[in-house]
């Protein structure tokens, strides 16, 4: 995970989980690819309950496969929707999976990286586009030097 990654995610967590610091958060894509990247994680220190949840077993890996996620208040994902076909189904599939706060954070600028597959760059349209096709409470979105994120609720 990159630094600016981690700051916008910082930043969700100090302006939204304030008042609910005991949340179950369940961060889809957290697998660690390589052992020098950092994850989420350590921004969710206890008494959050933090999970991550990816398609492979690994590091920062608790749950495996999305059939295998229970609902969590919050869910977040970062860098791993450039990955992904058809977004706007992904999009709208996680919304069983969290009851109050979704975060996604993606790339706007960054050179192809097949993870096994590299297929949008987004924007601050793109990601209000999808949020709305998913039918997500649009709180928040923007961009800064290489993502967007986009804050939602239901």
């Known amino acids: 995970m990159h ?4 700051k916008l995610m910082r930043y969700f967590r100090d302006k939204y989980l304030v008042d609910i610091p005991n949340a179950t958060i369940v961060d889809v894509g957290a697998r ?3 052992r020098s990247h950092k994850t989420y994680r350590g921004l969710f220190p206890f008494p959050f309950q933090y999970s991550g949840m990816d398609i492979e077993a690994g590091l920062n890996v608790d749950i495996v496969g999305y059939e295998n996620i229970t609902k969590h208040d919050v869910l977040i994902s970062g860098q791993v929707m450039e ?3 058809k977004p706007w189904e ?3 599939s996680l ?3 969290f009851t109050q706060y979704i975060c996604i954070i993606a790339p706007n600028t960054w050179q192809e990286h097949r993870y096994p597959i590299d297929t949008y760059r987004y924007y601050p349209d793109g990601m209000r ?3 709305e096709y998913a039918g997500i409470d649009i709180l928040e979105i ?3 030097n290489k ?3 986009g804050i939602g609720k239901i």
């Open 83 to 85: 990955h992904v076909k």
């Open 95 to 97: 919304k069983e999976y």
């Open 147 to 149: 993502d967007t994120i």
């Open 90 to 92: 992904w999009l709208d």
């Open 32 to 34: 660690r690819v390589r």
């Open 129 to 131: 586009d999808l949020f």
């Open 142 to 144: 923007f961009k800064n």
């Open 3 to 6: 630094q600016n990654s981690l």
